[in-house]
């Protein structure tokens, strides 16, 4: 179940706000500027269909965003639990960092962690199949994977090198809870 938790920074065993409302979760969302949405695939699709099937199934939605955006770039990214990457994989996005593009990413399938820290708050937001999030660029945030991944997402990028990570060197993301299948649901 998808989820949106509110923390102070200095209070990473306290949310002020705990939902699992998408509606509310969107609200709460926009105040920072991070949108929110919940797609419908509009054929059947599943973990380890062609990246073409999968898009195919979200066309109307993908196409709306790279309209609205200017999105250059739409791809399809799998990751399984028995990746033999999947430790590093995950390591790479753990600490706070931020883009000079929109981060944007769809869940076809599973599901992800994204932290945001933004005016003294973190909002924790579980992204599972359905969910859209985009987060604006230069938004501090961190992504969780799990110890065992297990997603397939559809990804816009607006330049090649806009996605790439601009470490803070904070520690936050250590303070937070950790992505376990289980415990953050």
């Not at 989820?3 to 706000?17: G, Y």
Request: with cysteine.
């Amino acid at each position: 179940m998808s989820r949106l938790r509110i923390f102070a920074e200095n209070e990473p065993s306290n949310p002020r706000l705990s939902t699992s409302d998408h509606a509310e979760m969107a609200v709460e969302l926009k105040k920072i500027g991070v949108a929110f949405e919940q797609w419908q695939a509009n054929a059947p699709v599943a973990p380890g269909d062609a990246p073409e099937k999968i898009m195919e199934a979200y066309r109307a939605d993908i196409d709306r965003l790279v309209a609205q955006h200017g999105f250059k770039t739409v791809d399809v990214v799998s990751i399984a639990p028995d990746n033999p990457q999947r430790e590093a994989m995950r390591t790479k996005f753990l600490d706070e960092h931020f883009h000079k593009e929109d981060e944007v990413r769809f869940f076809v399938a599973g599901s992800g962690l994204f932290t945001l820290h933004v005016d003294g708050e973190v909002y924790e937001v579980k992204c599972e199949q359905g969910d859209l999030i985009a987060v604006p660029d230069s938004t501090k945030h961190w992504f969780d994977m799990g110890p065992e991944p297990s997603f397939v997402a559809i990804r816009f990028f607006t330049e090649p090198d806009g996605w790439v990570g601009h470490f803070t060197g904070t520690d936050i993301a250590q303070r937070f809870p950790r992505y376990e299948k289980g415990q953050a649901g």
